[in-house]
């Protein structure tokens, strides 16, 4: 049986623990999907056939001692049975440190958005717009352009910085309600250079 580290392929960030039989392991191979071994129920469990939060496989890695798997995974929803996006969020220390990709904040943001629209919230304005429907979200990436080219003839580059903040949030909410990910747009870019 091997231990399995879960991550996000993309930011690397751990989002669960869990363990793999052989039969397992092959499963994964075969489907593309996560597939684990519960040890309390003594069976295997593809990771979102309950909740529909699937895992999949992007990469798997073996340690040096080949006892512990790297499972890099492209989750859909949330890892965590609680709704949380990884397990890993009850910190029992913590010292302040800078992220050393700033540019996560997009993917984080979007996940948001993402789990908004899976599991709306009474109250929420990415709910609000989502309602709304398509027209409306337009109709705010049309104003929040208009207001960061507004705000660039203006000395104050707070005022620009909060308009590009609006506009990218409400460009991920058109982004989300079309299906569009943050992979497809940096695949494109990449495809550019």
């Known amino acids: 049986m091997l ?3 879960t991550q996000d392929y993309k930011t690397n960030e751990v989002l669960m623990v869990a363990y793999m039989t052989k039969e397992a392991f092959e499963q994964t191979i075969e489907t593309g999907v996560m ?3 519960s040890r309390s129920r003594k069976e295997l469990w593809v990771k979102g056939d309950t909740s529909g939060h ?3 496989v992007k990469s798997l890695t073996i340690d040096c001692d080949k006892d512990t798997l790297l499972a890099k995974v492209r989750q859909v929803g949330n890892a965590c049975h609680t709704g949380s996006y990884s397990c890993f969020f009850t910190d029992l220390i913590k010292k302040d440190f800078k992220d050393d990709n700033p540019m996560n904040v997009f993917q984080d943001v979007y996940d948001v958005i993402m789990d908004r629209k899976a599991h709306p919230k009474e109250g929420s304005y990415t709910n609000y717009l989502f309602d709304k429907g398509i027209d409306k979200i337009l109709k705010k990436v049309g ?3 208009t207001e960061i080219v507004i705000a660039a003839k203006n000395p104050d580059p707070e005022e620009m910085k909060y308009e590009i903040s609006d506009f990218l949030y409400h460009l991920m909410v058109l982004m989300a309600e079309r299906g569009m990910t943050w992979e497809q747009v940096t695949n494109e870019l990449m495809e550019r250079k």
């Open 3 to 5: 231990t399995v580290v």
């Open 35 to 37: 597939t684990y071994y």
């Open 54 to 56: 699937y895992q999949y």
């Open 143 to 145: 104003e929040e352009c």
